[in-house]
């Protein structure tokens, strides 16, 4: 029996003692993700994945990935998802926000070398692995931050080669445990257990293409487009670096007009500990101008500089919609931006070191 105070302290630990009592009178290679959604506590996401018409798809028998949000997940969601999944579009919505908590593999990662047919890039890269993330329902690639390391023992054999990636967060997410490959198993997937619901891209671009409904393309500045489509974070450290007038001003040369990377609102949830840094003018600058480029077309490598001379990398991943979707403004363009590039670096050295001591049973 498990105290109601002991899976408050580790949902986690809750979870696996379910998992284990339900185990003990099945046969493991017949229990299916479908079988174990309730039995483990999962009432709200079951109910999600009924209501959108993929609870059913639990019992397939291709190996997936569930990204499971335990029930406070859905307690705890932000005002705005919650009115995105009861407004006029909820169905939609609920849709992809489902679709974005399945991944269509065994783990969140695969290494494409164990795929190859060329055994002389197998044998030359083997001990380096590529990780590349897979594909969510929706045809997205979810946004993890991870570490990857690999293991191998004695001369290099395919059967002795293992690969671990730990994972530190899924969609701004951090999981319950960092494995890449689940907490529990069965017979045709893996569970991974979040606090929280997934945001991704898709849901995202949902959301801003219904507002830009309303907004007129070209006929408002930069700085009223971004007001316009409620770019409140934004906007406020605008107003704080004294650059209103950078984005509202009339430009009638067609090479003096600005691109800008405007990171979402949602963007700002992943610098938390940075917000009190920003409300600083000179930070706020540093910060507005990091998320300006310097000149209209924008490489799709990411490789030009932005209005502080440093070179602008991103990932077109990162982009809502695409590159070539930018938003036409009367001064310049607009492009919607899932992440900040704000001490980029430095976040990443933390997420490093955060992640060395965690060792995979």
């Given at each position: 029996m498990i105290s109601d105070n002991a899976v408050a302290a580790s949902p986690i630990t809750g979870i696996k003692e379910r998992f284990k009592t339900f185990m003990?009178?099945?046969?493991?290679?017949?229990?299916?993700?479908?079988?174990?959604?309730?039995?483990l506590g999962l009432h709200k996401f079951k109910e999600l994945l009924s209501e959108t018409g993929l609870l059913d798809f639990l019992k397939h028998p291709s190996k997936i990935t569930v990204i499971a949000p335990i029930d406070e997940a859905f307690d705890s969601m932000t005002p705005?998802?919650?009115?995105?999944?009861?407004?006029?579009?909820?169905?939609?919505?609920?849709?992809?926000?489902?679709?974005?908590?399945?991944?269509?593999?065994?783990?969140?990662?695969?290494?494409?070398?164990?795929?190859?047919?060329?055994?002389?890039?197998?044998?030359?890269?083997?001990?380096?692995?590529?990780?590349?993330a897979n594909y969510d329902l929706n045809g997205?690639?979810?946004?993890?931050?991870?570490?990857?390391?690999?293991?191998s023992v004695g001369t290099l054999r395919i059967d002795n080669y293992r690969e671990d990636v730990l994972v530190h967060s899924i969609n701004g997410v951090h999981p319950l445990e960092p494995s890449a490959k689940g907490s529990v198993k069965t017979s045709n997937g893996n569970i991974i257990f979040v606090p929280k619901l997934l945001i991704g891209k898709a849901f995202l671009e949902q959301k801003y293409r219904e507002i830009g409904?309303?907004?007129?393309?070209?006929?408002?500045?930069?700085?009223?487009?971004?007001?316009?489509?409620?770019?409140?974070?934004?906007?406020?450290?605008?107003?704080?670096a004294g650059l209103v007038e950078l984005l509202d001003k009339p430009v009638e040369n067609k090479a003096d007009k600005l691109k800008v990377l405007a990171p979402i609102d949602e963007a700002f949830e992943q610098i938390d500990e940075e917000r009190e840094q920003l409300q600083h003018p000179t930070h706020a600058e540093k910060f507005v101008k990091s998320h300006i480029a310097g000149k209209m077309k924008i490489s799709r490598h990411g490789t030009d500089t932005n209005?502080?001379?440093?070179?602008?990398?991103f990932s077109p991943r990162h982009i809502l919609f695409s590159l070539s979707s930018q938003w036409k403004t009367s001064n310049g363009s607009l492009l919607f931006n899932s992440e900040t590039f704000w001490r980029k670096s430095s976040y990443y050295e933390k997420v490093k070191w955060s992640l060395q001591p965690i060792q995979l049973s």
């Open positions: 003990e009178t099945r046969n493991p290679f017949e229990v299916t993700l479908y079988d174990l959604i309730e039995p705005w998802v919650e009115a995105q999944l009861n407004g006029k579009e909820k169905v939609i919505r609920r849709q992809t926000l489902a679709r974005g908590h399945i991944i269509t593999y065994s783990s969140l990662f695969h290494n494409p070398l164990l795929e190859t047919t060329d055994s002389t890039a197998f044998h030359q890269g083997a001990f380096r692995p590529d990780f590349e997205n690639f979810p946004e993890i931050v991870a570490l990857g390391t690999t293991r409904k309303n907004i007129s393309t070209g006929d408002l500045t930069t700085w009223e487009t971004l007001q316009a489509f409620g770019f409140t974070k934004f906007c406020k450290l605008v107003e704080i209005l502080l001379g440093d070179e602008l990398i």
